[in-house]
């Protein structure tokens, strides 16, 4: 991936992979910066601000991760895990009353994660 992207800087699917590669490894600050590079490219590709609030959140970066996470909602306004994810980096802010927000809208999206982003904002 590293060669493809030395080869062309714009292969937005190296970056992209690079960036899961990093994040399974456990290399978040690798991650983000190849995450920011796949938004350089494409600024409305949702997923992959999803996995940037994921990799900030894994830092402990929890309102970048929020921001990610909203940006993502803004792209996909139906983005069910970005929801959830969202309602859980506000628990880590310690904003259960936003948390709820992201679970109401969750219901109606996906009762199964929404179930389970409750559980985890009542425990």
Known sequence: MILLIRIDHDYLQAHYNLG???????????????????????????????NLGIAYGALGKYQEATEAFRQAIRINPDYAEAHSNLGIAYLSLNDRSSALGQYKILKSLDPKLAKKLFSVINN
Do not use: C
């Not at 994040?23 to 999803?50: H, M, S």
């Open 20 to 50: 899961g590669v990093y994040a399974g490894t456990g290399k978040y600050k690798e991650a983000i910066d190849a995450f920011k590079q796949v938004i350089r490219i494409d600024p409305d590709y949702a997923l992959v601000r999803n």
